[in-house]
C-alpha cells in the first residue's frame, strides 16, 4: 500500500505578538497513511488537530519537518489537484448561491464548463441541497453550509478527501448521510482523512485512527486491533438455570444480572468460559450467547488522553 | 488563466453585492447639486465649475470605493477564513492576488465608467455639446486608481482594515503632495532629512503626473508626454507592488 499522507517529525511554533512567547502546537507529529482507508484523526480540544490539517493543506508552514501529500510538498500545485478539503466550521462566499460557488470552485481546478455542469448536479443530489442550489449562502443554516462545504471539497473528484470535524453542526439524519458518503467514497477507492470530536460516529466508520494530545501522537493503528487488543468482559447469557448454579457464576463474574429467568453474567477473562459453559450445561441450562465485550473508541479515547494528562 | 478570472469575477460579483453602487447615487446627487445650486452663482463660469465638481467627484467617489473595498479584499478572506478554501485548492498565491487586483479593478472601471455617463450627461445639459478630451482625465483618473488599488491591495495583505485604509489615504495624499516633497527636497541642505524625504519621495506614487483635471477644467492644450510617461509610470508602479505584496502573502500563514 503507498502512503498518500507522511508527517515527519512536525513541529508548529506560533507567536502571537512578537513580545510574547512562543507556543508549540506540534511537538514532533509522525503519522503515515494508506491508500484506500478511512482514517479517523482523533484529539481533544487544542490537541493540535486542525494545526495538523492546515499544514497539510498548505494554508500554513511547518516550523520544522514535513507533511508530504502523495510525496509532494502541499505547497506544490500537483498534489493538490488531486485532493478535496472541508474546513471545520466552513464560512463560505454568502452573497453567492450554492451553485455559483461550485461553479467557482470547479473553475479553480480547470473543469470544463460541460464537466462541471453535470458533477455539480450530481453533488447537490448527493449532500441533498438540489432544493437550495439557487439560494445565496447567507440564507444556509449551518449544516447546508457544512453540505456545500462537502460537496465543493468533491467537486474534482479527489483521490484524498480532508474533512475537519465534518460531523460537526449536523443532525443524526444528516450525520448519517455524511457517515454513509463517506463509506461509498471508500467503496470507491478514495482515502478519507477526518478530524472528529464524535467518536461513536469516527468508530462506525474508520479503519485507523490516529489519537493526538498536545501536539503529540499517543496512539495509532487499526481501529479493530486497538480495540480488541483489550477485551474488558465475556458476556455469557444462559436461562433455566437453578439458583445454587446462579450463585456459583456469580462468583466467577465480575456482575450479573437477571430479567425473565434469563441470565447476564459477565467473565473476567477469556479463561473462564469454558467452566462456565460446563457448570450451566452440567446444572441442565441453556446458553444463549458468547460475547466478548471490546472497548468502545469512547472509552479507549478517554484512557489514552486521561493518560497522557 | 481560467483560475485568476474566476477569483477576478468572484471579487467583482462581491462588490456589485454589497453596496458598492450606492457610490452613483452619490455622484448623481453631487452633479444634480453643482447643476442646479452652484451654476446660477458662477456668472457664465457654470461649464467649469460642472467640468471641475463632475472630475473631481469622480476621483473622490472612486479613490474612497478603491481604499474602503481595496484594503478589505484580502483581509476578509483570511478573516473569515474562505481562504482555506482557495489555499487548499491548485491555485498559486500570486494568482489569487492577481484575480482579488484585476476583479477589483473590473468593479472600479465600472464605476468609474458608470460615472462618466452622468458627467457626460450633466456637460451636455449644460453646454449643449461634449468634446471626447473630457474623458481623457476620466481615463487618468482610472489609472490613479489603480495604483490606489494595489497599494490597498498591499496594506489588506499585511494589516487590518482600519490599519490599511489610514495608510493607504496617507499615500494617496502624500502621492499628490509628491511634487511639493520634491521641491522641498531640493530646497533642503545635506542631511538625514533630505535623504529619509528623497526616498519617500521615491516610494511614494507621483499622483501629479496622472493629474489631467485642470487642462480638462481650463480647456487647455492636453501634454501627451506627460500622459505617456504617467501611463507607464503607473504600470511599473502597479507591477513592483504586486511582486512585492505576492513575496509577502507567499511566506504567510493564515491563522
Same mark, same amino acid.
Given at each position: 500500500?503507498?502512503?498518500?499522507?507522511?508527517?515527519?517529525?512536525?513541529?508548529?511554533?506560533?507567536?502571537?505578538?512578537?513580545?510574547?512567547?512562543?507556543?508549540?502546537?506540534?511537538?514532533?507529529?509522525?503519522?503515515?497513511?494508506?491508500?484506500?482507508?478511512?482514517?479517523?484523526?482523533?484529539?481533544?480540544?487544542?490537541?493540535?488537530?486542525?494545526?495538523?490539517?492546515?499544514?497539510?493543506?498548505?494554508?500554513?508552514?511547518?516550523?520544522?519537518?514535513?507533511?508530504?501529500?502523495?510525496?509532494?510538498?502541499?505547497?506544490?500545485?500537483?498534489?493538490?489537484?488531486?485532493?478535496?478539503?472541508?474546513?471545520?466550521?466552513?464560512?463560505?462566499?454568502?452573497?453567492?448561491?450554492?451553485?455559483?460557488?461550485?461553479?467557482?470552485?470547479?473553475?479553480?481546478?480547470?473543469?470544463?464548463?460541460?464537466?462541471?455542469?453535470?458533477?455539480?448536479?450530481?453533488?447537490?443530489?448527493?449532500?441533498?441541497?438540489?432544493?437550495?442550489?439557487?439560494?445565496?449562502?447567507?440564507?444556509?443554516?449551518?449544516?447546508?453550509?457544512?453540505?456545500?462545504?462537502?460537496?465543493? @471539497?468533491?467537486?474534482?473528484?479527489?483521490?484524498?478527501?480532508?474533512?475537519?470535524?465534518?460531523?460537526?453542526?449536523?443532525?443524526?439524519?444528516?450525520?448519517?448521510?455524511?457517515?454513509?458518503?463517506?463509506?461509498?467514497?471508500?467503496?470507491?477507492?478514495?482515502?478519507?482523512?477526518?478530524?472528529?470530536?464524535?467518536?461513536?460516529?469516527?468508530?462506525?466508520?474508520?479503519?485507523?485512527?490516529?489519537?493526538?494530545?498536545?501536539?503529540?501522537?499517543?496512539?495509532?493503528?487499526?481501529?479493530?486491533?486497538?480495540?480488541?487488543?483489550?477485551?474488558?468482559?465475556?458476556?455469557?447469557?444462559?436461562?433455566?438455570?437453578?439458583?445454587?448454579?446462579?450463585?456459583?457464576?456469580?462468583?466467577?463474574?465480575?456482575?450479573?444480572?437477571?430479567?425473565?429467568?434469563?441470565?447476564?453474567?459477565?467473565?473476567?477473562?477469556?479463561?473462564?468460559?469454558?467452566?462456565?459453559?460446563?457448570?450451566?450445561? @452440567?446444572?441442565?441450562?441453556?446458553?444463549?450467547?458468547?460475547?466478548?465485550?471490546?472497548?468502545?473508541?469512547?472509552?479507549?479515547?478517554?484512557?489514552?488522553?486521561?493518560?497522557?494528562? | 488563466?481560467?483560475?485568476?478570472?474566476? *477569483?477576478?469575477?468572484?471579487?467583482?460579483?462581491?462588490?456589485?453585492?454589497?453596496?458598492?453602487?450606492?457610490?452613483?447615487?452619490?455622484?448623481?446627487?453631487?452633479?444634480?447639486?453643482?447643476?442646479?445650486?452652484?451654476?446660477?452663482?458662477?456668472?457664465?463660469?457654470?461649464?467649469?465649475?460642472?467640468?471641475?465638481?463632475?472630475?473631481?467627484?469622480?476621483?473622490?467617489?472612486?479613490?474612497?470605493?478603491?481604499?474602503? *473595498?481595496?484594503?478589505?479584499?484580502?483581509?476578509?478572506?483570511?478573516?473569515?477564513?474562505?481562504?482555506?478554501?482557495?489555499?487548499?485548492?491548485?491555485?498559486?498565491?500570486?494568482?489569487?492576488?492577481?484575480?482579488?487586483?484585476?476583479?477589483?479593478?473590473?468593479?472600479?472601471?465600472?464605476?468609474?465608467?458608470?460615472?462618466?455617463?452622468?458627467?457626460?450627461?450633466?456637460?451636455?445639459?449644460?453646454?449643449?455639446?461634449?468634446?471626447?478630451?473630457?474623458?481623457?482625465?476620466?481615463?487618468?483618473?482610472?489609472?490613479?486608481?489603480?495604483?490606489?488599488?494595489?497599494?490597498?491591495?498591499?496594506?489588506?495583505?499585511?494589516?487590518?482594515?482600519?490599519?490599511?485604509?489610514?495608510?493607504?489615504?496617507?499615500?494617496?495624499?502624500?502621492?499628490?503632495?509628491?511634487?511639493?516633497?520634491?521641491?522641498?527636497?531640493?530646497?533642503?541642505?545635506?542631511?538625514?532629512?533630505?535623504?529619509?524625504?528623497? *526616498?519617500?519621495?521615491?516610494?511614494?506614487?507621483?499622483?501629479?503626473?496622472?493629474?489631467?483635471?485642470?487642462?480638462?477644467?481650463?480647456?487647455?492644450?492636453?501634454?501627451?508626454?506627460?500622459?505617456?510617461?504617467?501611463?507607464?509610470?503607473?504600470?511599473?508602479?502597479?507591477?513592483?507592488?504586486?511582486?512585492?505584496?505576492?513575496?509577502?502573502?507567499?511566506?504567510?500563514?493564515?491563522?
Amino acid at each position: 500500500m503507498t502512503a498518500v499522507i507522511q508527517i515527519k517529525g512536525l513541529y508548529k511554533t506560533y507567536q502571537k505578538h512578537f513580545w510574547m512567547p512562543r507556543q508549540t502546537v506540534l511537538k514532533g507529529l509522525n503519522l503515515e497513511v494508506e491508500a484506500g482507508q478511512i482514517f479517523g484523526f482523533l484529539g481533544p480540544n487544542g490537541a493540535g488537530k486542525t494545526t495538523t490539517i492546515k499544514t497539510l493543506m498548505g494554508i500554513i508552514r511547518p516550523s520544522a519537518g514535513r507533511a508530504l501529500l502523495f510525496g509532494k510538498d502541499p505547497w506544490d500545485i500537483e498534489p493538490k489537484q488531486r485532493i478535496g478539503f472541508l474546513p471545520e466550521s466552513p464560512y463560505f462566499y454568502d452573497y453567492l448561491t450554492g451553485l455559483e460557488f461550485l461553479v467557482f470552485c470547479g473553475r479553480l481546478f480547470n473543469i470544463s464548463s460541460v464537466v462541471l455542469k453535470s458533477r455539480i448536479q450530481e453533488l447537490l443530489a448527493l449532500v441533498n441541497l438540489s432544493y437550495a442550489a439557487d439560494l445565496q449562502m447567507r440564507k444556509y443554516s449551518k449544516g447546508m453550509l457544512q453540505r456545500i462545504g462537502l460537496a465543493q @471539497a468533491l467537486i474534482n473528484d479527489p483521490q484524498l478527501v480532508v474533512l475537519d470535524e465534518p460531523l460537526t453542526g449536523l443532525d443524526p439524519l444528516g450525520r448519517k448521510e455524511f457517515k454513509d458518503i463517506i463509506l461509498n467514497l471508500k467503496a470507491r477507492g478514495k482515502t478519507v482523512f477526518f478530524s472528529s470530536h464524535i467518536l461513536p460516529d469516527a468508530e462506525m466508520v474508520c479503519d485507523a485512527v490516529a489519537i493526538i494530545n498536545k501536539g503529540k501522537l499517543l496512539q495509532v493503528g487499526n481501529l479493530a486491533d486497538l480495540l480488541n487488543a483489550r477485551i474488558k468482559a465475556i458476556e455469557l447469557n444462559c436461562r433455566n438455570i437453578p439458583e445454587e448454579t446462579a450463585g456459583k457464576m456469580k462468583s466467577r463474574s465480575l456482575s450479573s444480572n437477571t430479567i425473565n429467568g434469563q441470565w447476564q453474567f459477565n467473565l473476567k477473562a477469556e479463561a473462564d468460559i469454558s467452566g462456565a459453559i460446563d457448570l450451566v450445561k @452440567a446444572a441442565g441450562g441453556d446458553i444463549i450467547s458468547v460475547i466478548p465485550q471490546k472497548e468502545s473508541l469512547e472509552e479507549y479515547f478517554s484512557r489514552e488522553v486521561a493518560g497522557d494528562a | 488563466m481560467r483560475k485568476i478570472r474566476a *477569483i477576478a469575477y468572484n471579487t467583482f460579483t462581491e462588490g456589485i453585492r454589497s453596496k458598492t453602487l450606492y457610490a452613483l447615487l452619490i455622484y448623481i446627487m453631487l452633479i444634480l447639486f453643482s447643476v442646479t445650486a452652484l451654476v446660477p452663482l458662477t456668472l457664465g463660469e457654470h461649464s467649469r465649475i460642472l467640468r471641475d465638481f463632475g472630475l473631481s467627484g469622480i476621483e473622490f467617489l472612486s479613490v474612497m470605493l478603491a481604499i474602503v *473595498i481595496g484594503t478589505t479584499l484580502v483581509y476578509k478572506e483570511v478573516e473569515k477564513r474562505t481562504i482555506y478554501v482557495i489555499a487548499s485548492k491548485p491555485v498559486e498565491r500570486f494568482e489569487f492576488l492577481l484575480g482579488k487586483y484585476l476583479g477589483m479593478e473590473l468593479l472600479l472601471g465600472l464605476v468609474i465608467f458608470l460615472m462618466a455617463v452622468i458627467f457626460t450627461l450633466g456637460v451636455l445639459f449644460l453646454d449643449g455639446k461634449f468634446t471626447f478630451i473630457l474623458l481623457l482625465p476620466v481615463t487618468m483618473i482610472f489609472v490613479k486608481v489603480s495604483v490606489i488599488n494595489i497599494i490597498a491591495l498591499f496594506f489588506s495583505s499585511l494589516s487590518s482594515p482600519v490599519l490599511g485604509a489610514v495608510f493607504t489615504f496617507c499615500f494617496y495624499l502624500a502621492g499628490t503632495l509628491s511634487r511639493d516633497i520634491l521641491r522641498l527636497v531640493q530646497r533642503l541642505s545635506e542631511g538625514p532629512l533630505k535623504i529619509i524625504l528623497k *526616498i519617500f519621495y521615491y516610494l511614494l506614487p507621483n499622483m501629479g503626473n496622472m493629474d489631467l483635471k485642470n487642462q480638462a477644467v481650463y480647456d487647455t492644450a492636453v501634454l501627451w508626454p506627460q500622459v505617456w510617461w504617467a501611463l507607464s509610470y503607473s504600470g511599473a508602479y502597479i507591477l513592483a507592488m504586486l511582486m512585492i505584496t505576492s513575496l509577502i502573502f507567499e511566506k504567510k500563514d493564515f491563522k
